[in-house]
């Protein structure tokens, strides 16, 4: 569980990042960015911060933003039920994010795993996002994505979002809301 | 049908407004920028630009351009079989963009009606977005928007996009996409 502090501190770096990418926030929704350090109390290197813009059951959109090196871990959207599961489309806004996915291992990628992850993570095709470029990914596949040198600020253009059902590769990964309280 | 000219003259025009905005294109999709004139030649107070990131049979997401006081006019995007219509929500990013939609009619609307096209306006119900704010619009339901003085930009988040299924209340125009060839 992160601080008060910690989160406030993230809340505020990631209006910092919306800034830097002309993206234009109300108060209200400043106030409802989640800080998702995954229960592994390591922001610096793994968790994202986001913004959820609409979640309805259909549709979803949310404004990702990653710190320099801050990693989404590996995880995938299962189908639920007789439904497909989540279809996801990144595109950066701002900085250069390192997405990765299922298929032909890249050799040299350019992330850093998170020391003492390893295992964690599996899937290695490098898809490199600067500004204005983006990637659909097919539903319930591996992936995962870190933020390059100056951070990322990433659209994500979605079916409906169950972030809670995700799978995620590493099993002490808790995938559970944090609420400024 | 209007004129080459005229076409990328309106497409300058839209990537200026994304660059005002703060949005990041592609070389490939500025070109992809599509100016929408319904069929009426009447560009100047009917029509929109846009471009579509992403439309997949279960979601999509577009960025949609008004010049000021341009309207895109009435229309619905209706059930198909035994699927509800389109469900899509605007938000803002630059601007102003005046949405009317079903509902208590507001007394002094703030856009202009197109002259002589009275008749295909029917519901009234204003909400004014600014940058930052954004509506989420049931599927099946009637509505209209203009640029404000400055004009706008907004990002639609929707559901499946069939434009060329849409109904508009005016029965002159035509959903063709305008191709740039």
Redesign the interface.
């Known amino acids: 569980m992160i601080s008060k502090e910690q989160f406030e501190k993230y809340q505020q770096i990631t209006i910092n990042y919306f800034n830097k ?6 108060e209200e ?1 400043k106030k409802r960015i989640e800080v998702a350090d995954l229960g592994l109390g390591q922001l610096e290197t793994t968790g994202l911060q986001l913004l959820t ?2 979640n ?1 059951d ?4 949310k404004e990702l933003v990653l710190i320099p090196y801050q990693t989404c871990p590996e995880h995938r959207h299962p189908n639920i039920g007789d439904r ?1 599961g989540k ?1 996801e ?1 990144f ?1 950066c ?1 701002f900085g250069k994010v390192y997405l990765y996915v299922e298929g032909e291992p890249t050799q040299n990628i350019k992330a850093v795993i998170p020391k003492g992850k390893e295992h964690a993570y599996t899937v290695f095709n490098e898809i490199e996002l600067n ?4 990637y ?1 990914l097919a539903p319930n596949t591996l992936h995962w994505f870190q933020g390059g040198e100056e951070g990322a600020v990433i ?1 994500e ?3 409906a979002s169950t972030d809670e059902l995700d799978i995620f590769t590493d099993s002490e990964i808790q995938r559970i809301p944090v609420i400024n309280e």
Chains 1, 2 share one sequence.
């Open positions: 990418a002309g993206i234009v926030l109300t929704e813009y609409v309805t259909r549709c979803c959109a497909s279809e489309t595109r806004r500004p204005g470029e983006q659909t659209s253009f979605s079916t």
